[in-house]
């Protein structure tokens, strides 16, 4: 299988080539991009033989080319924000299954993303921790048979935390998080706000076609199970 890795140099980038490194010839690395991080995407390329014209440091459409190469037949999309959405569109019109990390994605266009799976035929699959977790769990299950998806919160550093003080809370408070400590500054700012949670609900309902009111979040400080259904 031919995989391209948007987001390579990041957390869930940099494990994904573990994993193929570890299978040995069963995969392929025929793309990878980076944000900025020039000098680790370029040791990437050398290591899994990727021509320079496809490690490309850049977001928008040069994300989407990278996603249309022929040869593909998974894309790994996990760049932060919304930055990753006209690949994941792309990769799924072109006829590629799709690797999801970026939650905003789906927070942003998640009926016109699923649409394009559905009509292509494609999957996405989701390879962040809860929901990949549910994902897991779900596996021989009717849908029917789903009363309700459980996504864990670690409750961040503000946790224990009176409301007068998290209103005097610094960015270097809020990067202190006590559970994953390189998750990257904007998850991480956003699990110390909680907001995250939102996103990842709002992901669930796209990806397993759940109502809202049936997704829940339990804060869970030991961050032992990731989610639950």
């Known amino acids: 299988m031919n ?21 040995g010839d069963r995969f ?13 995407l370029d040791a990437q390329a050398k290591k899994h033989n990727v021509p320079a014209s496809r490690a490309i440091c850049g977001t928008g459409e040069a994300l989407a080319e990278l996603a249309a190469i022929p040869e593909a037949d998974l894309v790994v999309v996990s760049v932060a924000g919304a930055a990753g959405m006209l690949a994941t569109l ?13 939650k905003e994605v ?5 009926s016109l993303v699923m649409d394009a799976a559905r009509h ?23 849908q029917e048979d789903l009363a309700r ?31 994953w400590p390189s998750m990257g500054r904007k998850i991480t700012v ?25 997704v829940s979040v339990i804060v869970h400080p030991q961050s032992i199970v990731h989610s639950l259904v």
Do not use: Y
């Not at 292509?120 to 990949?132: C, F, G, M, V």
């Open 3 to 23: 995989i391209v890795i948007l987001g390579s140099t990041g957390s869930i980038g940099t494990q994904t080539l573990d994993v193929i490194e570890r299978l």
């Open 120 to 142: 292509a035929s494609k999957t996405i699959r989701p390879i962040d921790s809860e929901h990949s977790a549910v994902f897991q769990c779900l596996q021989g299950v009717r």
């Open 106 to 110: 789906l927070v942003a266009a998640g």
């Open 190 to 214: 956003d699990s110390a706000t909680m907001m995250n949670k939102g996103l990842e609900m709002i992901e669930a309902k796209w990806l397993f076609g759940t109502p809202m009111d049936r």
């Open 90 to 102: 792309t990769a799924l019109q072109t006829g590629k299954h799709v690797a999801l990390a970026t």
């Open 149 to 179: 998806i459980w996504l864990t919160a670690s409750g961040g550093p503000f946790r224990e935390w009176p409301a007068e003080r998290i209103a005097t809370a610094t960015l270097d408070d809020a990067l202190n998080h006590p559970t």
């Open 28 to 40: 392929k690395v025929v793309g990878l991009s980076a944000m900025q991080n020039r000098d680790l």
